[in-house]
């Protein structure tokens, strides 16, 4: 039987990696709605949106997202937004009787000083790291939201979170975009001026793990694919949700390099160490998933590859 399956944020870059790889599956009827369509801040619309549209699954990868820059700007959007977005979809899921969710969150919502690799059950044992705390917050909240459905009402609402991510759809913006779309930017115009020396964000000492889109997309699939009873597996009464990583993490020295050798640029690398660091490393635990059978098969030279393509052609675009 065909399913029908919403697919929230399907533009961004890891909603349209998952949007791809459902639209491949003939089993699936894959349900989207640009922002233009569908308001996800807008309660009563998105429960209008639920209401007509007759779900079977949710795949809930909209949100606002951010590198540390954009953070630390704009903190109450990245709160407000996030709380407003996965409360309406949530909510309105539950309330149209869709049985099925996945939730998309972020390693941020581990503590700044957690034992590595972070584990899932070292949720809410510490302090967060600053410069990300109030987007941490929402995604946490995002998480006990799908707990609580799932113990009072017995919904089957599940959580991944991934690692640092990147890929095709990425945005680029000179500032407010994450870690790799940012070098890919700054080396790719430094080759075009024939600069001598690019200036990276803090010492390069932090440590940083990171997976390709597609291979998130395959993980979010699987995971929502599970048996109940596999997913709940060795957790406690409310499965709490699953770290999706690559399992090996590369230092921001190290990525700039490799960036850099991807792009072609031959200059200097140098350190801003004026600007923060961020968490001096994060890297997943995701032992829990890669023993359930699941495995990443983009490395990151291979990525990196793909990403920068994408990168040239959203230039060529005007993007």
């Not at 996965?86 to 919502?109: D, R």
């Not at 070292?122 to 302090?127: D, H, K, S």
């Not at 690559?246 to 801003?272: N, P, Q, R, W």
Request: charged letters at 25%; hydrophobic letters at 40%.
């Amino acid at each position: 039987m065909t399913k029908r399956v919403f697919v929230a944020g399907h533009r961004g870059m890891v909603g349209s990696a998952i949007a791809r790889l459902l639209n491949a599956d003939s089993d699936i009827e894959l349900v989207t709605a640009s922002r233009a369509e569908l308001d996800l801040e807008n309660q009563d619309a998105v429960n209008r949106f639920f209401s007509e549209q007759k779900i079977d699954e949710v795949y809930l990868a909209a949100a606002k997202v951010g590198g540390i820059h954009a953070n630390n700007t704009y903190p109450a959007d990245f709160i407000y937004q996030n709380l407003v977005i996965q409360t309406n979809v949530i909510g309105a899921a539950h309330g149209a009787g869709v049985q099925k969710l996945l939730f998309l969150g972020s390693s941020c919502i581990y503590p700044r000083a957690v034992e590595q690799p972070m584990s899932e059950d070292a949720l809410l044992t510490g302090v967060l790291e600053t410069t990300n705390e109030p987007y941490a917050v929402a995604k946490i909240a995002g998480i006990k939201l799908c707990e609580s459905f799932n113990r009072q009402y017995g919904r089957d609402y599940r959580s991944v979170m991934p690692t640092n991510l990147y890929g095709p759809g990425d945005n680029y913006h000179a500032e407010n975009s994450h870690v790799i779309p940012a070098l890919l930017r700054r080396f790719h115009e430094a080759k075009e001026e024939n600069a001598s020396e690019v200036f990276v964000w803090g010492t390069g000492q932090p440590r940083r793990e990171f997976l390709f889109v597609e291979d998130m997309a395959s993980a979010s699939a699987y995971v929502m694919n599970l048996d109940r009873d596999r997913y709940s597996a060795n957790t406690t009464e409310m499965c709490s949700h699953i770290n999706v990583g690559f399992g090996s993490d590369v230092s921001i020295a190290e990525l700039a390099s490799a960036v850099a050798k991807t792009v072609g640029y031959v200059g200097d690398i140098k350190f801003d160490t004026s600007r923060p660091d961020g968490t001096k490393r994060k890297l997943m635990n995701s032992e829990r998933l890669f023993s359930m059978g699941w495995r990443p098969s983009v490395d990151l030279d291979k990525g990196l590859l793909i990403a920068y393509q994408d990168f040239v052609n959203s230039v060529r675009r005007g993007i």
